[in-house]
């Protein structure tokens, strides 16, 4: 297939780009400017890939002309988004990218690519996730309850996000329903994304949010916040399900939890003391270790999807050495 992987600088979108060329897929991916292209070919050199410009997602039009190519698109991945804390204006900085982000792109396709057939979305965890009044179980059938009032008006920049990730894939359902394009939509909804680093990163302060949250275990950083949800995927494993995604006609539809399960910041912690001892001196001793009084089902994206997922100690050993060669 050819396939448009929105945001092919990102730490995920690098992983998915690398499994749709173990696929045997072409890829042209959207980059922010020829800078960040020209690096993200040097890592892919000699494969079947290339980049158009999509300066920013949250402009009227955006995606316009990438949709466009010859010989067309079979299928879009978007994964463009931000994911970031540093908020000084919530619709600004993440309510408008995600969401404007998201139709604009599925608008390019219903008017500019009819030969799209397949779109997968990175919603996440995030549109799942209702921290003060959990289900008790979480699944694809369940839905943040944030109002866009209070995404508007909360300074909590967490909430903010997943407010963002809520009303980004509401909004692409909506699209689906009203305007029943000729594509069908997927979307996945991963919870934190551990693993290696295959994007470029100039420096570990420019490290990707999900990633920083280990990065900081490692050095004993105290948290400024409570404990990361403890809920997790391997970013390989993740890219393998974008791919499947595309690649399997049940998937479409569909809305998948894709996830291999929880560790607590303490089984974080053990892992890394047990695999590097010359880290273990520099971890805190009030590592957060309960579990939260909820359940989660994979099962969906197990049977529809084939999903296997790698462990914890898998994705948490591959990270820290993955820091580590990047300088931790
Ligand atoms: P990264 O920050 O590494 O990647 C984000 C990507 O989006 C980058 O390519 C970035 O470009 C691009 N981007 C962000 N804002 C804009 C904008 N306004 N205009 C153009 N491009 C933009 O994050 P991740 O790889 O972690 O996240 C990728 C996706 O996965 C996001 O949709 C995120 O919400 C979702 N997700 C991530 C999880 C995680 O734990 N990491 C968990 C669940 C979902 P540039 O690099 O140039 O800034």
Redesign the pocket.
Known sequence: MKVLL?????????HVLHELLEHGHKVVT????DE?GRILLDLFKGKPVSYSI?????LEG?FDEAVKSDPPFDAVI???????YNVKDNKKDLL???VM?TTGILKAIKSSAPSVKRVVI?????AMANPQNPPKVYNEEIWNQMTMDEALTTTNAQAV?RA??TF?EKAAWEFVKTEKPTFSLTVL??????GPIR?HVASLAEL????KLILDLMLGKPRDGPAPSPIY?D?RD?ALAHVLAIENPEAAGQRFFVTAGMGTEKDMGDIIRKAFPDVAKNLRDDLADSLPPYAIDNSKSIKVLGMKYRSLEETIVDTVKSLRELGA
């Open positions: 929105t945001g092919g600088t990102g730490f995920i979108a690098t959207t980059v922010r400017s960040k999509v300066g920013d997602i949250a955006a978007h994964t463009a988004s931000p994911f970031h408008d990218p995600a982000g990175t919603s996440s965890f995030a996000y963002s990730k980004a909804n991963p919870p934190m994304v551990y994007h990707n949010t999900s990633n995927i970013v993740l």
